[in-house]
């Protein structure tokens, strides 16, 4: 978010932020100058930013650069000096710079009105110190759930002679997918027919031998050998039917295509209701037995296959019988976004050539971003004693290459202090240095602070 500075004295942002009263400029009337030399009677408006719009920001406000090296400041500036330096630091308004409402940015300072921490908008914590589970980093590749995926293949060789669906398209149970045209299904359905005409020539000749024996013509063994006769043709029926079953034919007009036609057409239907994920089929190509056409289901949960080499087998595989683990997966994509998961799965058995072991994590997909084939780095986290400062990530925030957080000082008056930071451990960072247990720090809501102490940035600021 970014707070920009708007003519007329009027809040348009949302009802819990419209309390919010950083920087907002012209606040104390004893305070306050000229409208038309300093732009007082400016309020506060939100506008989505990123680090691209910072610095496309930074180069359009070249002409209010005079201003800022009149006051001695540079980004970054306040970041070098000790607190007690800041806040006793004179502006151009003859009045210490953290107090007034135009310059307070250039020390690095914001004002927080308590109401905003009352509703919500943000919130104060202190540094924890706490044990941490240690990050083992490892490598993998992310999968579909087969737990919610279904794979349509072809039992027989044969061409594509139809396709009915395409990626992305949503499919029920018992829908056509693909129809294939196949000598081997001609083949099948010819001997289920012939199978099917021995059989009624059996049951004829069986029926005109029974009234035969009735009227003492037939023999008894004449009787028997056209029962066995007919047996037999019901036998090769059911072969016949069962051969057609396993290359994918039912008769049931849902299921398949009726076991009776002619043709070498066979018909691939969806085996359950879902989302086309992957495709591989084009009408007039060739496709091989047992070859995945469609790939049907929900990619809201994936897996991620991950290597865990032998030496690290015996600490991951008791952390994980001794209760879950957490893991954390990055993707190339998306290099800033961290995606929360948890091992469910490690496999018994090992890899002889590459010495690892397969470590499944089940890893939520919000919004899909995450695609099936993805190459991923997995930290796994392991429990254990070691002990560590820790602050949530939402507190933890980044300029030009410097983290900083937001520490109370007095009063309503909070001021961005370096801090460096260590490892992550999931929504977590550890801090180094730069906070203390003892201090108050800003944590949901502090980009809104910082959004508006970089506004030299964005354009806003003194109107000088």
């Known amino acids: 978010m970014m707070l920009i500075f708007r003519n007329k004295f009027r809040y348009t942002v949302p009802l819990a932020a419209a309390t919010i009263l950083v920087?907002?400029?012209?606040?104390?009337?004893?305070?306050?100058?000229?409208?038309?030399?300093?732009?007082?009677?400016?309020?506060?408006?939100?506008?989505?930013?990123?680090?691209?719009?910072?610095?496309?920001?930074?180069?359009?406000?070249?002409?209010?650069?005079?201003?800022?090296?009149?006051?001695?400041?540079?980004?970054?500036?306040?970041?070098?000096?000790?607190?007690?330096?800041?806040?006793?630091?004179?502006?151009?308004?003859?009045?210490?710079?953290?107090?007034?409402?135009?310059?307070?940015?250039?020390?690095?300072?914001?004002?927080?009105?308590?109401?905003?921490?009352?509703?919500?908008?943000?919130?104060?914590?202190?540094?924890?110190?706490?044990?941490?589970?240690?990050?083992?980093?490892?490598?993998?590749?992310?999968?579909?759930?087969d737990r919610q995926v279904a794979h349509v293949s072809t039992q027989v060789g044969g061409v594509i002679r139809k396709v009915h669906v395409t990626l992305g398209d949503a499919v029920t149970e018992g829908q056509p997918l693909v129809e294939i045209e196949s000598m081997e299904v001609g083949n099948a359905k010819a001997v289920y027919q012939e199978a099917q005409a021995t059989r009624n020539l059996a049951e004829q000749n069986f029926d005109r031998v029974s009234r035969l024996k009735t009227e003492g013509i037939a023999s008894q063994k004449e009787l028997l050998q056209a029962e066995q006769e007919l047996e037999a043709a019901r036998i090769r029926v059911t072969a016949a039917r069962g051969m057609l079953q396993r290359l994918g034919m039912t008769g049931s007009s849902k299921q398949g295509v009726n076991p009776g036609g002619s043709s070498g057409k066979l018909t691939l239907r969806a085996g359950k209701d879902g989302t086309v994920l992957n495709m591989h089929a084009v009408v007039g190509e060739v496709v091989k037995a047992d070859e995945t056409l469609v790939t049907i289901g929900q990619n809201s949960s994936l897996w991620v296959w991950a290597d865990l080499y032998e030496n690290d087998y015996a600490r991951v595989a008791g952390a994980y019988a001794a209760g879950s683990l957490d893991a954390e997966v990055r993707v190339r994509a998306f290099p800033d976004r961290?995606?929360?998961?948890?091992?469910?799965?490690?496999?018994?058995?090992?890899?002889?050539?590459?010495?690892?072991?397969?470590?499944?994590?089940?890893?939520?997909?919000?919004?899909?971003?995450?695609?099936?084939?993805?190459f991923a780095d997995v930290d796994i986290f392991l429990p254990g004693n070691e002990q560590a400062t820790i602050l949530p990530g939402s507190a933890v925030l980044l300029d030009e290459g410097r983290t900083f957080v937001f520490v109370h000082h007095q009063d309503d008056y909070y001021v961005r202090r370096p801090v460096q930071t260590g490892r992550r451990f999931g929504d977590e960072v550890e801090i180094l240095s730069g906070v203390n247990d003892s201090q108050k720090v800003v944590a949901n809501g502090a980009f809104l602070l910082k959004s508006d102490v970089l506004r030299?940035?964005?354009?806003?600021?003194?109107?000088?």
């Open 23 to 145: 920087i907002a400029c012209g606040q104390n009337g004893s305070r306050q100058h000229d409208a038309d030399a300093h732009g007082a009677g400016r309020d506060l408006e939100y506008e989505p930013h990123s680090a691209e719009h910072d610095e496309t920001h930074a180069g359009e406000n070249a002409g209010h650069g005079d201003h800022h090296e009149e006051h001695g400041h540079e980004s970054g500036e306040d970041l070098e000096q000790s607190v007690d330096e800041l806040f006793s630091r004179m502006c151009e308004h003859n009045i210490r710079t953290y107090e007034c409402d135009e310059c307070r940015y250039e020390v690095g300072v914001a004002k927080v009105n308590a109401e905003l921490l009352k509703e919500g908008v943000m919130k104060v914590i202190r540094p924890l110190r706490k044990a941490v589970a240690i990050p083992l980093r490892l490598t993998g590749e992310i999968q579909f759930d």
């Open 338 to 374: 961290h995606f929360a998961g948890k091992v469910d799965y490690i496999s018994p058995s090992m890899n002889e050539v590459s010495r690892t072991v397969k470590v499944r994590v089940v890893l939520p997909n919000p919004g899909g971003v995450l695609l099936s084939g993805m």
């Open 456 to 464: 030299s940035k964005m354009g806003a600021g003194c109107a000088h």
